[in-house]
């Protein structure tokens, strides 16, 4: 037996959700990271070292320090939540789905300070594709495997009352061949 129009429509409304906040943030992102800085008298040399960033942000003091810091790992943050939901995938391994949003997360980083290149007032620093990806990852470990539990919890208690169907599932078997029994085999 299928699953009720209203178990169907709010997977479709939690993925369209998804996909639209997903676009929201990054054309914030865009507009934060890709325009250019007003009035720059000078701007700093490129960050190619890893860690050397971190470094100096922590040598400004601890408040200083932890605004630039904390700025890095919440600007893609969202990420972590938001590409899982605009997969809107309930049953996947754990594992890979930290393993997909990290990578993703990590290469929308890496093109965003490649893109920087090219914007007056920007450099290119390999510390904020560090702290991007940790924040990716930080929000999908505190989110994502804990509103999916939830979510599959109400799907179950949601199939019981529509009639007994089963989630969705990413690939459905298609079955064995069908097989008429009075049909002969040719010689």
């Known amino acids: ?3 009720g129009p209203s178990v169907s429509s ?3 409304r939690f993925r369209v959700a998804g ?13 934060v ?4 800085l007003d009035d720059v008298q000078w701007v700093t040399a490129p960050n190619l070292q890893p860690l050397a960033g971190l470094r100096a942000d922590l040598a400004l003091g601890p408040v200083e320090a932890a605004r630039r810091i904390g700025s890095g790992l919440l600007l893609l943050a969202p990420l972590g939540v938001l590409l ?7 049953r996947v391994s754990p594992f890979v789905s930290l393993l997909r949003t990290a990578a993703a997360g990590a290469l929308l980083s890496l093109g965003i300070e490649l893109w920087q290149t090219g914007v007056p007032g920007q450099v290119v620093d390999v510390d904020a594709v560090l702290l991007n990806t940790v924040g990716v ?3 999908h470990l505190l989110v994502v495997p804990l509103t999916r539990a939830r979510l599959r919890r109400r799907w179950e208690r949601t199939r019981t ?3 007994g169907a089963t989630p969705p599932k990413e ?3 298609l079955g064995s061949t069908p097989r008429i029994s009075r049909v002969g085999v040719a010689p």
């Open 84 to 90: 899982p939901m605009a997969g809107g995938r309930l």
């Open 137 to 139: 990852v930080l929000a």
């Open 10 to 12: 709010a997977v479709i």
């Open 19 to 31: 996909s639209v906040l997903l676009l929201a943030h990054l054309l914030f992102v865009a507009w």
């Open 171 to 173: 690939e459905t078997p």
């Open 33 to 36: 990271c890709l325009r250019p």
């Open 161 to 163: 009352r529509v009639g």
């Open 1 to 3: 037996m299928r699953p």
